[in-house]
């Protein structure tokens, strides 16, 4: 089985691809790190952009007997460009229908990947977020300029929209509801056709929503507003 998770940056991808491992019977997974963050999920993934439209390797092949997972930022554009090419993968796809979600999420991953990751970050990879030399520390970063960045990425992930059709192999999935809702667990099982550990993943989920509230506001809807006056 080839599983493919798209999703916009921030929106709880690596989350995803937890409770895709507990219910293909990883049942070491415990939780989130003490910031919220599910980045040190490994498992079965392959790496980003590992799908037919971005490289041609041997994970395309349709012999695999074995789960792959690939985790990829590929909006709703792309995926109906591509989607022939994709049709022997389950596809889970992370939409977003308002400005003020792509905030929270923008502002979860500026807490969870970029202040939590700091130290090992490149200085490369600084420089093209920030546009500046990278200084020691996260807190030395201007912070109208983390709040701008959190702004420019929110406006970047509204190409993140629902796609108004129903594909047999892709699964939509609300940013606005999957955590209100409780049942994404039971939504992903039945579309894998996985039904292990389906109580484990449901506890990790629980322990994911709680751990998200200590996230700093970056930025706020007012901020949207200020930035577009620019």
């Known amino acids: 089985m080839k599983i493919g998770i798209f999703f916009p940056g921030g929106a709880s991808g690596k989350l995803i691809h937890a409770i895709i491992e507990i219910l293909l019977g990883d049942d070491s997974i415990i939780g989130p790190t003490s910031t919220g963050s599910m980045h040190h999920i490994k498992g079965h993934e392959i790496g980003y952009d590992r799908l037919p439209f971005y490289d041609d390797n041997l994970y395309n092949k349709r012999?695999?007997?074995?789960?792959?997972?690939?985790?990829?930022?590929?909006?709703?554009?792309?995926?109906?460009?591509?989607?022939?090419?994709?049709?022997?993968?389950?596809?889970i796809y992370i939409y977003t229908t308002n400005i003020q979600d792509c905030i929270t999420m923008n502002n979860r991953n500026m807490y969870k990947f970029i202040r939590d990751d700091y130290a090992?970050?490149?200085?490369?990879f600084i420089f093209d977020v920030f546009g500046i030399d990278k200084p020691d520390y996260f807190y030395q970063i201007p912070t109208n300029l983390v709040e701008q960045v959190v702004v420019q990425r929110a406006i970047e992930n509204m190409r993140y929209r629902p796609l108004n059709q129903n594909i047999d192999n892709i699964l939509q999935i609300n940013y606005n509801t999957m955590f209100k809702e409780g049942h994404v667990v039971d939504r992903i099982s039945k579309f894998l056709n996985l039904y292990e550990n389906i109580e484990h993943a449901k506890i990790i989920l629980n322990k994911y929503v709680d751990a998200q509230h200590q996230c700093p506001e970056y930025a706020t809807i007012n901020s949207?507003?200020?930035?577009?006056?620019k």
């Open 224 to 229: 949207v507003k200020k930035y577009k006056r």
């Open 120 to 124: 090992r970050l490149s200085k490369e």
């Open 63 to 91: 012999n695999i007997i074995y789960p792959v997972i690939t985790l990829a930022h590929v909006n709703a554009t792309e995926l109906k460009a591509n989607i022939k090419s994709i049709l022997d993968w389950k596809i």
